[in-house]
């Protein structure tokens, strides 16, 4: 059973950061390798629609961005802490929303359960 937990979220002014954490736990390496697995986050605020954030791909580290955060985030992972990292700067109120953590591995994606950014002055 792959477990995501994300961490990192809460309030912060306009213009202010975050760093928010995804750490993948409770799997066997038969069935995950965290490594291996493409992760990425996404955000979503009620009444809109799932959006990509940022995603960082195994092997190559290639990494894809959002069109709302280019620029203004960085992901990053931590393969010997299972653990994915995505900074962001310059926040907006526009920014505010749950901010999920996934993991595809092998045809399978996993979620966190999110956490909540707040972008108010």
């Known amino acids: 059973q792959v477990t995501l937990v994300e961490s990192g979220g809460g309030l912060v002014q306009p213009g202010g950061s975050l760093r928010l954490s995804c750490v993948a736990s409770?799997?066997?390496?038969?069935?995950?390798?965290?490594?291996?697995?493409?992760m990425s986050w996404y955000r979503q605020t009620p009444g809109k629609e799932r959006e990509l954030v940022a995603r960082?791909?195994?092997?190559?580290?290639?990494?894809k961005y959002g069109d709302s955060v280019k620029g203004r985030s960085t992901i990053s992972r931590d393969n010997a802490k299972n653990t994915v990292y995505l900074q962001m700067n310059s926040l907006k109120p526009e920014d505010t929303a749950t901010y999920y953590c996934?993991?595809?591995?092998?045809?399978?994606?996993?979620w966190g359960q999110g956490t909540q950014v707040t972008v108010s002055s």
């Open positions: 409770g799997f066997t390496a038969s069935e995950f390798i965290f490594s291996d697995s493409a």
């Open positions: 960082i791909i195994t092997l190559s580290g290639n990494t």
């Open positions: 996934t993991a595809h591995y092998e045809s399978r994606t996993y």
